[in-house]
């Protein structure tokens, strides 16, 4: 995959330090913070439906770097193979899947959805580095292959676990999503990252994930 065109603002000297600095902090105090929470999820998940604890989440990073990233499991093991008769029924436009009912979700993993706790395990990622706390969402592999040249500058700058969109209630339309997240691109400051972590506190406590 070719190198892409960096953004003017967010691939500074700066930018890459602090944002770095408070992901490695943050994400290493809450997963020190949250670990009993972290083992009781994965022990629940285990114990509520056949299949491992964790989700594997292949998707492509900044500079089109690929990598995977993990969540707690929330579906049937099989989920992924019963997608494809699900299609007919998506909710969302574009490449991406979102059903409000979906049926191959888990009744723990409802819960775990409701409140976003399926996405804790992202806390790793971010400490790793393929992640930032806040940032456009990581993009899956289908998706990339829709992007026009101005939609790949999405994936100029390090992906989030908290996004632009989750603040503006989950569009349903694939080309809002992304012009979102190069809203936040072009309109990045560390005081708008610190914002979105503070809504974002009010959106899982107020379970508006689906």
């Avoid at 943050?26 to 009781?40: E, F, K, Q, Y």
């Avoid at 099989?78 to 969302?92: F, I, Q, S």
């Avoid at 993993?109 to 409140?115: A, I, T």
């Avoid at 804790?120 to 990622?125: M, N, R, T, V």
Wanted: hydrophobic fraction near 40%.
């Amino acid at each position: 995959m070719r190198e892409l065109p960096l953004a003017p603002c967010c691939h500074t000297v700066q930018y890459r330090v602090v944002k770095r600095a408070i992901d490695i902090a943050c994400s290493g105090a809450a997963l020190m913070a949250l670990l009993p929470l972290l083992c009781l999820i994965a022990l629940l998940v285990k114990q509520s439906s056949p299949g491992p604890c964790f989700y594997r989440w292949e998707v492509i990073g900044r500079s089109g770097c690929r990598f995977s990233g993990y969540k707690f499991r929330s579906m049937v093991a099989e989920a992924d193979v019963l997608k494809r008769d699900l299609w007919p029924h998506n909710e969302r436009n574009g490449p991406t899947f979102k059903m409000k009912d979906d049926p191959r979700v888990t009744r723990l993993g409802s819960v775990l959805r409701k409140f976003s706790l399926d996405e804790l395990p992202q806390l790793w990622s971010v400490l790793k580095g393929d992640m930032s706390l806040v940032g456009p969402r990581p993009v899956g592999h289908s998706e990339w292959a829709q992007f026009t040249e101005e939609q790949r500058r999405k994936l100029t700058v390090t992906p989030g676990m908290i996004c632009l969109g989750h603040v503006r209630g989950n569009p349903k339309e694939f080309e809002q999503w992304i012009d979102l997240d190069l809203e936040y691109i072009d309109t990045w400051s560390l005081w708008r990252d610190v914002r979105l972590v503070l809504h974002s506190g009010w959106y899982v406590a107020s379970g508006s994930n689906y």
